[in-house]
């Protein structure tokens, strides 16, 4: 069996308080937006390494279960990042350096302003998805979404579901997560029980995108944040291999 192969990386070492001193609205909030890049890339990577194509019909139900956990906790995270920079945005601190950003970084910025406007779709779903099933059990959004499921079927007898046991370990309620997908992803009785697993796979594909720009938007502010506070010495450039 082949071994993996070392990696390469860079590494930035710094006293912490020197360069995100509390007392700098920026410093915390730049601290809180890679805190929620952290997050959501995380998880990203867990939706990816685990989205392997099941075939068999119960392995399939339970692919099904894992995914719309991980999309709801992408949409909820997604949504605290737009907090982060919606308050971001409204310092003096950031202003002043935002004069300063590259094409690129005012690109990835633009990006995520659009993205978080009022007549964003994604962005009025994200909060809808975070306030009622991203991180709570909403009773009125599961009368909701069970109300709605059975209507998605032309035949009402076809709207089925499962619980499955399986022996030795443990129970997997299907049913709960066909309830969630409706509300956290806004899906009505126009939408078919087959449209449903496209759509998510376009709203993952979304957050992906987002993620990107947030991480772009990072790379270009750090330096031009780092010039405006004189902390290149502050700044150890390391390389490493493992």
């Known amino acids: 069996m082949a071994k993996n192969l070392p990696r390469k990386y860079d590494l930035l070492r710094f006293v912490a308080a020197d360069v995100f ?17 952290n997050d ?27 995914m719309s956990i991980q999309n709801r906790i992408l949409l909820g995270l ?6 982060v920079i919606d308050q971001m945005q409204g310092t003096k601190e950031f202003k002043d350096v935002q004069a300063m950003l590259p094409e690129s970084g005012m690109k990835s910025l633009q990006s995520l302003r659009l993205a978080n ?12 998805a975070r306030d009622r099933v991203a991180f709570h059990y909403d009773r009125e959004s599961f009368v909701e979404g069970a109300s709605i499921f059975s209507r998605l079927f032309v035949e009402k007898a076809k709207a089925e579901s499962l619980i499955i046991f399986e022996r030795g370990s443990r129970a997997f309620y299907y049913y709960p997560e066909q309830v969630r997908e409706i ?20 709203y993952l594909t979304e ?10 938007f990072l790379d270009e502010l750090l ?12 700044l150890q ?3 490493a291999i493992e």
Do not use: C
């Open 40 to 66: 959501i890339t995380e998880v990203l990577d867990w939706v990816l390494g685990t989205r392997s194509i099941a075939t068999r019909r119960i392995a399939t139900k339970k692919a099904r279960i894992r």
């Open 21 to 37: 001193p509390p007392s700098s609205e920026l410093a915390m909030d730049m601290l809180r937006l890679m805190a929620a890049y």
């Open 183 to 202: 509300v956290a992803f806004g899906f009505n009785e126009g939408d078919s029980g087959n449209e449903i697993p496209v759509k998510l796979g376009q």
């Open 223 to 234: 330096p031009v944040y780092a010039e405006t506070r004189s902390l290149g010495s502050a």
């Open 78 to 83: 997604m949504h605290e990042t737009f907090r």
């Open 207 to 216: 957050v992906q995108k987002l993620m990107h720009e947030v991480g772009r």
């Open 237 to 239: 450039h390391e390389t």
């Open 117 to 128: 406007s009022g007549d964003s779709s994604i962005r009025s779903r994200l909060k809808l």
